[in-house]
Nanobody, 115 residues
Framework: QVQVVESGGGLVQAGGSLRLSCAVSGSSFSSKAMAWYRQPPGNQRELVATITSSGGTNYADSVKGRFAISRVNAKNTVYLQMNSLKPEDTAVYYC?????????WGQGTQVTVSS
């Protein structure tokens, strides 16, 4: 069964950086378009960044220029480099494939940005 495991979250001061990782078990990872999502406290899950199987990327306006999504297919892993973090980036971050039936959701990783 496919599993998604996010890691790398933590507590950071405003202006700091974090790098999130998302490991996906199972085969065919290289053919999957992947995405990072986040769910702020009391709000719905929102899309943060996407990456196609060929490496094309797209970002929500709120993170453009600060976040970078990447992937290493040999490791079945997607990354999210987050720089210049703001308190409004505080959320649980999840990854999943996009534009098709989602994989089973992982537990997410908590990112807390203090002012």
């Amino acid at each position: 069964q496919v599993q998604v495991v996010e890691s790398g979250g933590g507590l950071v001061q405003a202006g700091g950086s974090l790098r999130l990782s998302c490991a996906v078990s199972g085969s065919s990872f290289s053919s999957k378009a992947m995405a990072w999502y986040r769910q702020p406290p009391g709000n719905q899950r929102e899309l943060v960044a996407t990456i196609t199987s060929s490496g094309g990327t797209n970002y929500a306006d709120s993170v453009k220029g600060r976040f970078a999504i990447s992937r290493v297919n040999a490791k079945n892993t997607v990354y999210l480099q987050m720089n210049s973090l703001k308190p409004e980036d505080t959320a649980v971050y999840y990854c999943n494939q996009i534009w098709t039936t989602p994989l089973p959701w992982g537990q997410g990783t908590q990112v807390t940005v203090s002012s």
